[in-house]
């Protein structure tokens, strides 16, 4: 019988969060606030608690899991680690395909990793409540169940067009206890002054985070969480990849790769980050960050200073950027559909330590059904961009005639996508790639804005 | 930090299943032909491998798994069982809970458990293609990701309502290969003859059987698989127990209570029947099959000889049952929905050594929210029957003033079941008695058929 999961007991779940920042090759350019000037930390305590501020501008290599956040880790932490033994067989490849599978939790992503130790900071600064916003509605599920562990109140500003076409996500925020209304609302003014310009509006990701963020700042009990893109996000998610580490060893294993879908860039993060601490020691390590065709950010995309919303309320984040104002196509990777991406992500990318590539949806679900009949868990469509990456690296391999050691991120499963496999079954499914009149459009929005070093 | 998870290494997933048969303390009536006569085993070939009929009238108290069987349990086998920490301190209770989980499978329940072992059977004997058919969807996804991993085609015949209501479940089958076609469907005389007599026939569990069955005995190619009521399909899911006998051992606790819910009683069989082996051992354990309370066949049906189809096409089992031609109301229980038992449970029932308890849907939802929030976990509407029965038992014990180890079996998440969480969290569930004229029909339906000894 082959070897197929490589299993961690409770008491291997990290005790550290790994900050990648201490180990930068070259220092990050710093955000700015709307003077130009580096944000302090102040400027962020009507939204984030201390704690997590902290983090973010934190250069300590290591940051201390609270054990309450292990202990609410452990009901699905450490997660299994899979030899693709079936799927390896399909793709008649002597290259060996392990995969990290974060399916597991709770909300069935990657972001409960986050969501957790978010909501606990909160509440022990005395924070009452919560308010974020969500796409496709896996980080405000994520969210939703963290809130329900440590008592929290939570607001979801979920974008229209999800809320009317995926309920079941609203109904999973629900089960868990908190509130999830359609973005734009009318509970804020953000969104109050785009329902009078559009009452119909499908809404963006950019409208909902600036509803949340203006609920938080108005309200004294209430404080702000976000599910991808800042620093101490991706730091929470390192817990996967440090796991990784651990669990390739027991696999006698080594990566000569390294692959994750990018998005906000945390998923990459959390599995890349430990991988990417031992390239900097010396490792011969290959790191691939993966997105869509039709939200190119890091293969097309220009880097520069942008806000993270559409409104510009947020600070400026030194990034990889299609400009605040793009509203990618409509693909099946919600999750995978942002204008800019993490700084951190985009810094490693920009000084080479990381590749990164863009897949049409169609050609990542041709392959994620190969995958699902051999290996049986069905991928969400964000890391089915992960999983056709992994069949290229396969193809190049067999080219090459080396054999290759490749590990790759399944960030969560597809039981919340299924229409999403019925489009591309029914061949309904279409591809998009970026106009370069996106690309102008972008270029010239960012004119006025600073420019990192 | 408390211990949430005993997990077992894939080395430890059971090498034989166990055959209550063997050690039950009375001999089990056997089934009966239309001539009312025992069944032989040849009456079964032409729509069982002769592996399968053996094992359904085995006498042997351990059958080896074969290696492929288990090469593909480690996919997701050994299952996690958890100490329920949080929901205990929601219940504000001294009872240690403890659950297995078996909503890991990629199907997302216990189901394949027995459609791996079926699949590879029917592939070992030199089968093509296999049809069966499902109600809300759990067995035909579960027989679809089986298939898959044996190349075997796959025809699902589902029922109409769900056909059309649940799509999820059905793109999940065609992902992984099978098809799929809404029944009455117009491919066998079975489902023909309904059509001509209601063209809009919503469809039936035993309507379904009967086309899946008719495919099965006039197609040369094609065996016919069903997901639980009979002997090897709850011999194959002992899988469940076993481990979780060494997993309460792992945690230091042996369970005064095991409680599994019942619908055709292979999940109950499951994880019950190794624990049952330490109860004829002696052993002081309670063991409780939990139903609803709108298809109370435990708690309320006749024991009798009765058909496994609407139609009649089955031998006769000796079993518990609310009659063939019950219409059980459309709870969101839909693994629950049957109008029988499988004949060993009954038999467990009916010797007093398996109690059996009843209760409505909404008071199960509204446990299942409680433990949703504490645990994480969503689970399918089938266990919150049996989340509901722990409650109860603690509430038995804080009456007592005792303090109760209690084991209780998740058999599946709820991802593809928001639909039920949003019909209870909305306030429109409703709860459904059995009318008394319901019995009585039964009863009149059953007068002319044997009657076991």
Redesign the interface.
Known sequence: ?????Y?L??DRIPTRWYNIAADLPSPMPPPLGPDGNPVTPDMLTPIFPMELIGQEVSQERWIDIP?PV???Y???RPTPL?RAV?WERELDTPCRIFYKYEG???A?SHKPNTSVPQAYYNAQAGVKRLATETGAGQWGSSLA?AC??FGLECKVYMVRVSYDGK??RR??M????SECVASPSSDTNAGRTILERDPASPGSLGIAISEAVEDAATREDTNYSLGSVLNHVCTHQTVVGQEAVEQMKMAGASPDVVIACAGGGSNFAGLTFPFLAEKFAGADIRVVAVEPTACPTLTRGHYAYDFGDVAGMTPLLPMHTLGHSFMPAAIHAGGLRYHGMAPLVSHLVRNELVEAQAYAQRECFAEA?RF???????PGPEPTHAIRAVVAEVERAREEGVEKTILFNLSGHG??D??A??SY?SGEMVDTELPQADLDRAAAELEGLPTPA
């Open positions: 019988m082959s070897q197929h999961r299993l007991g409770e054990d292990r202990d609410i452990a009901l699905w899979f079936a597991v939790s709770p069935g169940f329900a562990q309920p079941y109904v999973m629900e089960t868990w206890g059904l699902a009949r051999a290996e049986g868990i069905i039981n919340f299924m229409a496999y019925q079954l």
